[in-house]
Every structure is written in C-alpha cells, then in structure tokens.
Nanobody, 125 residues
Framework: QVQLVESGGGLVQAGDSLRLSCKVS????????MGWFRQAPNNGREFVAA????????LYADSLRGRVSISRDNAKDSVYLQMNSLKPEDTAVYYC??????????????????WGQGTQVTVSS
C-alpha cells in the first residue's frame, strides 16, 4: 500500500519561506515521478511543480516559477517543495502526489495515482 505523508505546513507572514516535505512508503520511491499540487478554498486543485524519478527533470507552474523549487532525495524516499517570498494568495492545502509515469514529468492531476492527505499553508499579510 503506497502512502504519502506531507509535513512542513503552517502559518507564516508574507515574504517568508517554507519548505514542505513528503515521505513515500509502500513501493520503491524511484518508480514514481512526484508532484505538488495545491487547493485554495473554493478553487480547484492546481499544479505547482513536478520532478522526474531521477530528479533530473523538473516542471513548474508558470505563475510560481522563480518562487518555488522542487527536489527529491531518493535515499530518504522524500520529495520537497521550497517556497520563497510567500504571498497571501499562496494560502492553500498543499498535496504531494506520485505518478507511475516515469518517461516525462507531468502537470496533469489525472496522471497521479497516489495522494497525500495535504498540509495547510496559510500566509498572512
């Protein structure tokens, strides 16, 4: 059974930085491409960033490029999302997701088979 557990969310002020973590268990971590999505109140779940199984390829939402960075540590079965210069509009639940798709990175929610429970990020102005 594949499980994804996020951590690192919290309440921060505008301009602060935050690093989210996600640990994967239940299957070989390198068999997955990984992604981060977020969902704000009354909004759909939107793509944030993705990384290939090797970490060599990354993909970012245009609106966030330059402020976020995705990375992974295959020795620790973990993926990370570094977020800088946070804004109140970044307030959302952030979800980690895993896809068996390994030939390319994906921004498509439907291509991710496994999801974490989410971690709340709240940015105050």
């Amino acid at each position: 059974q594949v499980q994804l557990v996020e951590s690192g969310g919290g309440l921060v002020q505008a301009g602060d930085s935050l690093r989210l973590s996600c640990k994967v268990s239940g299957r070989t971590f390198t068999s997955f491409g990984m992604g981060w999505f977020r969902q704000a109140p009354n909004n759909g779940r939107e793509f944030v960033a993705a990384i290939s199984w090797s970490g060599d390829d990354t993909l970012y939402a245009d609106s966030l490029r330059g402020r976020v960075s995705i990375s992974r540590d295959n020795a620790k079965d973990s993926v990370y999302l570094q977020m800088n210069s946070l804004k109140p509009e970044d307030t959302a639940v952030y979800y980690c997701a895993a896809t068996p798709l390994t030939v390319r990175v994906s921004a498509t929610r439907g291509e991710y088979d496994y999801w974490g429970q989410g971690t709340q990020v709240t940015v105050s102005s």
